[in-house]
């Protein structure tokens, strides 16, 4: 019987793609029908992703932790359910398959050890639920879109694929298959639906992103050349040294399991591998141990001191001196791929000053894929961060955290301060997103060791809900925009005004989403902000400081354009009509999520998402000495 997590998740990554594939079946001459079978399609998406949330809340609460409380049990944990499903699939009878432990693995290009693997925890699963929840409200706001009405709708669909693959992947290279795959959709989305400069800001965006994707495949390149032998369930490296022995005969079985190397993709691997290279590194290898079950449950005397990373059964020794050995356990190594990954990451985060192709392209694309952009593709950045880069190089990650917080504090000032003098609209939303995305890098950034890694917790954690937060402000606030544009056919900042006359109801919902912007207490957006103040404090005060004041920049260009925008009087927009039905129901969802993910933000998001935030800590916090 097949799995049903594998059922279930590689639903949800192709069922955009199927309805994209339905799309270039059905009539072009009926544009209505082809509108309807994209929504249905997306919000297909949107359901499947609800169920999967509910699998995976139950697969919280069936495993108690030591405390005998649900949901932060070692079991549930990402790494520890990817190990248990290698080590099942690898034994010499393979172990019967976990329907419910939502990893599903299947061997894809088999001579390089790459895998279809998916799998889903609370750092991933809040980010596909709010892909699949804006691209079915941009496929709604597209519903004006006029020419190439199939072509338009399927390239929406098949994005959607690739950013929810990029998001459940556990492979690198299917994690850069999808992360690429997203390349070819927007470039055409903008290019060929865009405004009058669309050309260039398309171009531009491709190079961008091009750069970033080379800096990934070269980090990928490198980290495949690790010899993992030691990393993994013995009984892989057992049976390759079987195969050894039938093509060299001569051999004996301990020369045999000598010449076996192990070159993976998978993140779980690589991790644990970065974990023992950054303790060499540190001068902490003593603390380096062998597991002694597949998943293991750390007791008390553990805390701080033994770090189990070398599979069961492995010689400590022996696995220690190959790992010594290999180019990976050198400070040069470790600092050379994660500023590749950084990089690579940095342009969709994005980071000053890699930032330059975002306004162009906001400018340029049409609002349902502004949303798109601003609400899901930026996010792409900061998970390869928190998936990728911290994990599987925490050593040079660790080094350079102070550097990496300055970064996002200069984000998030320069960001506002661009914001600040825009007169576009477009524009200054565009330049808002990378003030606020400087928040997620700040709390990623603020590494506490085990002592302190309270703090840093709430840093990522912060930082994960900032990333749901911007999601939902970004998208609608350029729905905005594109309201307005409707009917004023421009964005020009200082020919709005009195819009709040004609269009009550429009300027009510705006200024609840302007206000979560900003990060007024009791809406979305000072959750996550608030959280990484608390970790940046702790960290370096001398970041938080400017960080802080920031706040003050964006209260100031918020409410200065929601003045321009909406207060006073304007005979040229006196007579705009009020939000249509079709435009409430692309913004009326933004407004209620706005105000409950302020108001509850346990209930809604931290309580599903905080076991594997706690988990990434537990790796990586112990590492620093």
């Known amino acids: 019987m097949a799995e049903s997590d594998l059922t279930w998740l ?26 309807w079978w994209a929504t249905f399609g997306s919000a297909g998406t949107l359901a499947l992703s609800l169920c999967v949330v509910v699998g995976y809340y139950n697969l919280l609460d069936q495993h108690l ?30 172990k019967k398959l976990d329907p419910n432990d939502w990893i599903a693995r299947r061997a894809w290009i088999a001579p390089f050890n790459v895998q279809f693997a998916l799998g889903v925890d609370g750092l991933s699963l809040p980010l596909v639920v709010l892909t699949a929840l804006v691209t079915l409200l941009a496929i709604v706001a597209s519903w004006k879109i006029e020419d190439g009405v199939r072509g338009y709708l399927a390239l929406l669909l098949l994005l959607e694929t690739g950013v929810i693959g990029a998001f459940l992947a556990l492979d690198f290279f299917l994690f850069y298959v999808s992360y690429e795959l997203m390349l070819l959709p927007m470039y055409v989305l903008i290019g060929l639906w865009g405004g009058n400069n669309r050309k260039y800001a398309a171009l531009k965006f491709v190079v961008y992103t091009l750069l970033g994707g080379v800096c990934l495949l070269v980090a990928m390149i490198a980290l495949y050349s690790v010899n993992a032998r030691d990393f993994v369930d013995q009984a892989e490296v057992n049976q390759r040294a079987a195969d050894v022995q039938k093509k060299q005969p001569n051999l004996k079985p301990a020369e045999a399991a000598e010449q076996v190397e192990v070159h993976t993709f998978d993140f779980v691997t690589l991790s644990k591998v970065g974990r023992a290279v950054s303790l060499v590194l540190s001068g902490q290898e003593e603390r380096l141990a062998v597991k002694t079950a597949t998943v293991e449950v750390p007791g008390p005397s553990d805390e701080a001191k033994q770090v189990r990373l070398f599979a069961p059964g492995v010689d400590r020794d022996a696995a220690l001196a190959r790992l010594k050995a290999q180019p990976v356990c050198t400070k040069r190594f470790q600092y050379l791929v994660f500023v590749l990954l950084f990089l690579g990451f940095a342009v969709k985060v994005p980071i000053v000053p890699l930032h330059s192709w975002l306004p162009d392209a906001h400018v340029e694309a049409p609002t349902p894929v502004s949303m798109i952009l601003a609400g899901v593709l930026l996010k792409l950045g900061g998970y390869g961060l928190v998936r990728v880069a911290f994990p599987v190089c925490p050593w040079a990650a660790a080094e350079l955290a102070w550097w990496i917080g300055l970064i996002g504090v200069i984000g998030i000032a320069y960001g506002a301060l661009v914001a600040m003098g825009q007169t576009d609209f477009k524009k200054l939303l565009a330049y808002s997103s990378v003030s606020h995305m400087g928040f997620v890098v700040l709390g990623l950034a603020s590494w506490g060791s085990a002592a302190n890694s309270q703090y840093w917790q709430w840093g990522v954690s912060g930082a994960m809900f900032q990333m749901v937060a911007h999601g939902i402000t970004a998208s609608a606030l350029f729905f905005i925009v594109g309201v307005v544009y409707d009917r004023a056919h421009h964005r020009d900042l200082n020919r709005f005004g009195g819009l709040k006359e004609p269009m009550p109801f429009y300027a009510g919902l705006s200024a609840i989403l302007f206000f979560a912007s900003m990060g007024l207490p009791g809406l979305c957006g000072f959750v996550g902000e608030f959280c990484v103040f608390l970790a940046a404090w702790n960290f370096s005060p001398g970041l938080a400081v400017p960080a802080v004041l920031s706040v003050v920049l964006t209260a100031a260009y918020l409410l200065w354009t929601w003045q321009r925008v909406y207060l006073g009087t304007n005979p040229a927009t006196k007579n705009f009509p009020e939000l249509t039905p079709r435009e409430a129901v692309c913004l009326v969802p933004f407004v209620l999520l706005a105000i409950a993910l302020g108001i509850a933000p346990s209930l809604l998001l931290f309580n599903w998402m905080e076991p594997s935030v706690a988990g990434w800590i537990e790796n990586l916090a112990p590492l620093k000495p």
């Open 10 to 35: 590689s639903l949800l990554v192709f069922l955009p793609a199927m309805c994209a594939a339905g799309l270039l079946v059905l009539p072009s001459r009926w544009p209505e029908l082809l509108r």
């Open 65 to 94: 932790d030591a405390n005998g409380m649900p949901r932060h049990s070692v079991r549930t944990r990402l790494d520890s359910r990817a190990d248990k499903a290698a080590s099942d699939a690898a034994q010499p009878i393979p």
